[in-house]
């Protein structure tokens, strides 16, 4: 059995990323929200583009106030807004009205805003001497041109959009979204689809619906297959199909030691190679890690509870790498948080809590979903709705008393 640790870095190191130049394609900006960039963007401008004004106030040279007696100068009559077109140019011991984005005048090197000033007649009364360049955006203080905007490797989010816009970029090459086939197995197993009252001993295939929205959330593409039956002739037929036209595989259920657990088996028969059966996790202990060549293949276990941190422990780590993210998106965000209730653990195994995390007056709080001495079930789903947060009891672990601190992962 692996260690959550040791089966985060076999699984890390079994994905090749996609390759920049085959595995992308080039969106309008406005498509490429959540997407991984897959080139460094290259500004072809300064930022800011000129010396501008931050604030609302009066441009002056600083080394003009060293010959004054008294902190006045003369207001010239121009006044310079943002966007003005006219260059302005200052002469000695004057100011000129600015508002905030105005280009600087030539021959100013420093803005104090209007509040920390007097009008008096045509002249301007300083409170107090500003600091030199006081509220003043220099040319290519935030970045030069020719330097990297943003770098390849980063998930585009609203400030990278803005970033690039501003830098004139319409378009983007981002890595494409890989594709993850899903395989259900089981006897038991019903499409939602079906419109078939349930037989005793049926239950519908929900994994096939939580597991695409996982994949969807991660930024892949789901490709569902349905659920097969415990045959190993059709359960081959499908991993085939399956490895054929995805990035990544994952089936669940089969992979336990019961005798209808034919997965591994049969991934042996097909030509995979095998790295893990079982981690220490609780739940989620079966999680076969396999290889087709470049296609990775996860067998979960079939209970959806377990299937789901599967998911988030593991494989949207590996998700992310593959897709070409870079390494800040390849482990689950973890915080620490006081707990509400006790917690309780085996120790034997890393367990995995179901609460919600919210914050008190700045301090994140996790309440557990349930009374954990009663007992999580990872066949219960139904307890872990309306969580947003997973407590991590380590191995050896046993006991977290109420108002501790525990790990948390974010879910
Ligand atoms: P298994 O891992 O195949 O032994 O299945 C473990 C448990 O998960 C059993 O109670 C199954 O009925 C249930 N299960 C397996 N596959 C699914 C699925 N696709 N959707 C919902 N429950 C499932
Ligand atoms: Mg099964």
């Not at 081959?236 to 036209?245: D, L, N, P, R, S």
Request: glycine letters at 10%.
């Amino acid at each position: 059995m692996l260690s959550v640790a040791e089966a985060e870095k076999i699984i890390l190191d079994l994905v090749k990323p996609f390759a920049p130049e085959v595995d992308s394609e080039v969106l309008p900006l406005s498509q490429a929200i959540a997407r991984i960039l897959a080139e460094d963007i290259i500004s072809a401008l300064d930022f800011p583009h000129w010396d501008n004004s931050a604030m609302d106030g009066y441009a002056f040279c600083y080394a003009d106030l060293e010959d004054l007696a008294e902190l006045k100068l003369a207001i010239a009559p121009q006044e310079i807004a943002a966007g003005g077109k006219v260059r302005q140019v200052l002469a000695k011991g004057e100011c000129m009205r600015i508002f905030t984005g105005g280009m600087l005048p030539d021959g100013a090197d420093t803005v104090i805003m209007q509040e920390d000033t007097e009008r008096v007649g045509d002249f301007l009364q300083l409170k107090a001497k500003p600091p030199k360049g006081e509220y003043v955006r220099r040319k290519g203080e935030f970045i030069r041109a020719g330097a990297r905007l943003v770098s390849s490797g980063i998930k585009i989010g609203a400030t990278e959009i803005g970033a690039i816009a501003s830098a004139r970029c319409q378009q983007v090459k981002v890595y494409r979204q890989p594709k993850i086939a899903i395989i259900s197995t089981g006897n038991e197993l019903v499409s939602l689809e079906s419109s078939q009252p349930l037989q005793a001993g049926q239950i519908i295939d929900s994994n096939l619906y939580a597991l695409s929205a996982l994949i969807n959330q991660a930024g892949a593409i789901a490709i569902p297959l349905g659920a097969v039956r415990d045959d190993l002739q059709k359960l081959e037929t499908v991993i085939t199909q399956a490895i054929a036209q995805a990035d990544l595989v994952i089936s669940t259920g089969g992979v336990s030691v019961g005798d209808y657990d034919y997965i591994d088996g049969l991934l042996a028969k097909l030509g995979a190679e095998i790295h893990g059966r079982s981690v220490a996790i609780k739940p989620g202990k079966p999680l076969t890690i396999a290889n087709f060549g470049k296609v990775l293949y996860f067998g979960v276990a079939g209970n959806p509870v377990s299937a789901m941190v599967s998911f988030w422990r593991f494989i949207q780590g590996a998700i992310a790498k593959l897709g070409g993210a870079n390494e800040t998106y390849w482990h689950p965000q973890f915080i620490q948080a006081n707990t509400t209730e006790d917690l309780h653990s085996q120790g034997r195994r890393e367990t995995y809590l179901w609460g919600v995390l919210t914050y008190q007056r700045g301090k994140p709080i996790f309440r557990p979903v349930s009374n954990p001495s009663s007992g999580y079930s990872s066949g219960n789903l139904i307890s872990a709705i309306g969580t947003n947060a997973i407590a991590v009891m380590r191995v050896h672990q046993t006991y977290v008393p109420a108002d501790d601190q525990v790990l948390v992962m974010m879910v």
